[in-house]
Structure formats: structure tokens, C-alpha cells
């Protein structure tokens, strides 16, 4: 059987860091066996659901690359087909109407707890029964599933095991409200049914539904798929994850500067191991994954991690790839990268030092964008009188230099430091603050290289007026 799973977000806000990694381990369960994903929207709920909120879920799967093969489907737009399957339940005599209005059952579970008994619908409870004799043709009515009084429900979760729940421990659920509009949990059953979902995949918050469904999904006759039920996301003080952590909506994470490749290998391993492995390309999350080794306790996120595993993909990633998570901070910071070196050999050199792609989006600045003013700290100590000969000489050289490469820029600082008698750092440190503007670069011979003769040979000419003007004061 082709498996085939779904994410099925109400939308009621953004794409938090929970859903997104319940979405990514039903992703994988399908990648995993070439199966199929479908992305369903769950917007019953007329009253919270927003088109900011589908927008704010599909931008964040699509910037996760968590594509789906089907969908998205609205459930608002299968109304009928819910009603149809109400009706036949109703024909069926596995659902009935129920008139005990909603006063009624109030004061029947204010009676049952005054009593010290569970608060239930009770369908034979004699108000209930008086309630529904006494209906006519006009009264309003809700329709119920008529759940099975005996027995038990079994499931085995495919994270937490064996869960038995007895039937009367459940009561006749709604599934049809007074206004005509289904309910949740009758929706979720006729939808996974109708899209064919072999494996349900969702948070712990929904794990007392599923045995309410499982019975739904015996009496239409339908194939029961599997479950599984994904532990809480806590934030690194234990607390259960929320805004005060900082960042929760997947799209904060992108704004922050982070790669979709970290964040899907942080939130694979949050809660999921292989062995000691921390580092997972995609193809291998799509090989190695699987429901049975997901914890089954809470997993706190650790932002430390993030940052490293970011890092990490900087460093290690394609540049182009990186390049296509960059853009959005380059035109943020309004650094235009046609006018300068191809954007990837400067994200080979300036990558590696980076945590974020805001910080590497900074590195970015002075290869394509010139300055007016020297970091200054960096300038009281480098841009000193005694490193104008050697900046001028070096400005000499640079504006003869016939083949502008690296190799070449390194003969040229070897020089300067030969012909003057001058140590390295004498030579290089004034030239990195003349060229980037700044204390900190990698390998200035490389920067040089990048940034251009033009650019290189006007800056250190800047240099040599802030020295002079500095010498004059
Ligand atoms: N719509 C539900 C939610 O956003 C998920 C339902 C399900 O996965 O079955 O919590």
C-alpha cells in the first residue's frame, strides 16, 4: 500500500516551530517510502481562521521546501460532502438529532460534578430523553455519533505504543452543530478517509481524538490509518515554547537569518536521533527517518544548536544555495550585488565566519558597496602615520599590477614588506582596514582579489587622506 500522509494546519496563525516539525516527520514518512504528502487546511473554525494565517503557512512550507503532492484542500469547501456522509450516518442510525439544548446540558454537568461524577452527555439521562420526546419539527437539533457503549478502543501509536481507551469513557460526540456546520473531529475522519492518509502524523494535543475518530472511521466503514503523536516543543527553561523565547514562526527564523536546510536538521533532531549523528543532508533524513525512533518526551529547543547547525551550512552548503537564502538580506540591507564579484566566491571566502545569513550579508557590504568612514577602532590602530609608506607603495603596485589575482595580490604584499623591511602585520592589517573598512576579513590577498583594482586602488587612496588628515591635526 502506497503510504500517504498529510499536514492538516488549522489556520489560526503563523507556522510555528512545533507544526513546522510535525509537517517535516509527515513529510519524510512519505518521502521515505515514495509515498505521497498532502497539505490540507483545516479552516472549520470560521471565527479564527484567516487568509493571513494560510498565506503565513503555505510561505513557510515553501521556504521549508516541504512540498506537497496534493492540496491544499479547504475543508470549508467540502461541506457538502460532509453533510452527505452525516445524512447516511443518520440513515444508518449510527448518528441521531439530539434537541437537549445547550441550558440543559449545562445543568446536567453541573449535576454530575456536584455528584463527583465525570461531566458526560448521557443520551439516556431522563432530562435528555424528556428533552427530546418533548421536540417538534421546528426545534433546533445538533446530530451526534452514536458511539459504541461496550467495549474498547485500541490503537497502536506509532511513538508512544499501545493506547486503550474503553468506550465509556467516550460520549456521543457532535458532529453536526445546531447551525449546520460539522465539527472538527468529523471533518479530520471523512478528509483522511476521502484522501486516502495511510499515516497520521500530529501533535500530543490531539491524541484523546483519535480514539473518537477511530470509532467514526469503523462506522463509515473506512480503513483506519496510523497514528502517531509528536511530544511538545519546550524552550530551553523547560516552559512550554512560546513567543517569550524569542523566535516561533517559521518565518521569524528566516527573517533572523537562518537557512531552511538548518532549521529542518534541527527540528528532524528534536525529539529523533540516529545513532550519535547530528549533521543530516535531506536525502539522508528522507533514508534514515522513521516515527519508531521519535522520543516520546518533551524535546526542549536549544538556540546554541541552531546557530551551530547554521553555521554549518554556510560553511558547508553549495553557494549558490546559500545565495538563494541571501537575497532576501542583501535587498534588505539594499546591497546590490551587480555591482560587484559574482555573490558566490563571496560567499566562499566570508561564509565560513559566519552564524547567520544577516551577519554574512554584512560581510557582504564592502565588496560591493563603498564607505566613508573606517570602522574606529580598527582605524586608530591600523591607520597610523607609520603605515603610510607602506600603503603607498602597495597603491603603487596595485595600480600597476597587470594580472589582478590572488596570487599576484600576494606577491604584491610580500613585496611591500620586503622592500620596506616591514613584518607582515604591518603591511596587511593597514591595507584589510584601507580596502574592507574594518579590522576583521579573511585573507586580504583573497579580499583584494574580489573586490576589484578600481575599488582597492581608490580606497587606499582614502586611506592615505585619513592618515594625512589625521597627521595634520
Ligand atoms: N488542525 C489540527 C491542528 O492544527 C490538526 C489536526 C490533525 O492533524 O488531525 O491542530
Redesign the pocket.
Do not use: W
Given at each position: 500500500m502506497t503510504v500517504k500522509t498529510r499536514f492538516?494546519?488549522?489556520p489560526t496563525g503563523f507556522l510555528h516551530v512545533g507544526g513546522a516539525r510535525t509537517a517535516l516527520y509527515s513529510w519524510l514518512c512519505a518521502k521515505h517510502t515514495g509515498g505521497e504528502f498532502v497539505l490540507r487546511i483545516?479552516d472549520t473554525d470560521l471565527e479564527r481562521s484567516t487568509q493571513e494565517a494560510i498565506d503565513a503557512i503555505i510561505e513557510g512550507m515553501e521556504w521549508l521546501g516541504l512540498d506537497w503532492d496534493e492540496g491544499p484542500y479547504y475543508q470549508t469547501k467540502r461541506f457538502d460532502r460532509y453533510n452527505e456522509v452525516v445524512d447516511q450516518l443518520l440513515a444508518e442510525d449510527k448518528a441521531y438529532k439530539c434537541y437537549a439544548p445547550k441550558e440543559l446540558l449545562d445543568e446536567i454537568r453541573e449535576e454530575q460534578m456536584a455528584a463527583g461524577v465525570k461531566p458526560r452527555y448521557d443520551a439516556d439521562h431522563p432530562k435528555v430523553v424528556a428533552a427530546n420526546e418533548a421536540a417538534t419539527e421546528d426545534s433546533p437539533f445538533c446530530i451526534r455519533f452514536r458511539n459504541p457503549k461496550e467495549g474498547s478502543v485500541v490503537f497502536e501509536d506509532k511513538i508512544r505504543g499501545r493506547i486503550e481507551i474503553a468506550n465509556s469513557e467516550l460520549d456521543d460526540l457532535i458532529i453536526r452543530r445546531t447551525d449546520g456546520s460539522p465539527t472538527y473531529n468529523f471533518c479530520?475522519v471523512i478528509d483522511d478517509w476521502d484522501m486516502g492518509i495511510t499515516q497520521?502524523v500530529?501533535?500530543e494535543d490531539?491524541i484523546n481524538n483519535t480514539p473518537r475518530q477511530i470509532n467514526i472511521y469503523k462506522a463509515i466503514g473506512a480503513a483506519v490509518p496510523e497514528f502517531a503523536h509528536c511530544s511538545m516543543i519546550l524552550g530551553d527553561d523547560g516552559a512550554k515554547l512560546s513567543k517569550r523565547h524569542g523566535a516561533v514562526s517559521v518565518m521569524q527564523y528566516r527573517d533572523d537569518g537562518y537557512l531552511p536546510q538548518a532549521l529542518l536538521n534541527y527540528l528532524v533532531r528534536l525529539g529523533w536521533s540516529h545513532g550519535d549523528q547530528e549533521i543530516f543532508s535531506l536525502d539522508e533524513m528522507i533514508q534514515l527517518f522513521n516515527l519508531e525512533s521519535v522520543s516520546k518526551s518533551a524535546s526542549a529547543f536549544n538556540t546554541d544548536k541552531l546557530l551551530w547547525l547554521n553555521n554549518h551550512y554556510i560553511k558547508t552548503s553549495e553557494p549558490d544555495y546559500v545565495a538563494k537564502y541571501l537575497q532576501w538580506h542583501l535587498d534588505a540591507k539594499e546591497i546590490d550585488v551587480s555591482n560587484g564579484p559574482a555573490i558566490t566566491d563571496v560567499i566562499k571566502l566570508v561564509g565560513e565566519r559566519c552564524n547567520t545569513l544577516i551577519e554574512l550579508a554584512e560581510q557582504c557590504r564592502y565588496f560591493y558597496q563603498d564607505f566613508e568612514e573606517f570602522e574606529a577602532g580598527a582605524a586608530k590602530k591600523h591607520l597610523r602615520p607609520v603605515a603610510k609608506e607602506a600603503l603607498e607603495l602597495a597603491l603603487s603596485k596595485a595600480e600597476s599590477i597587470e594580472e589582478w589575482n590572488t596570487e599576484n595580490l600576494h606577491q604584491l604584499i610580500a613585496d611591500v614588506c620586503s622592500e620596506l623591511e616591514l613584518g607582515m602585520g604591518k603591511v596587511g592589517m593597514p591595507l584589510r582596514v584601507a580596502v574592507t573598512g574594518q579590522g576583521q576579513s579573511p585573507s586580504v590577498d583573497a579580499v583584494m582579489d574580489l573586490i576589484g583594482k578600481a575599488r582597492v586602488v581608490s580606497r587606499i587612496k582614502q586611506a592615505l587622506e585619513f592618515i594625512a588628515q589625521r597627521e595634520a591635526q
Open positions: 492538516a494546519p488549522s483545516e479530520v497520521v500530529r501533535g490531539h
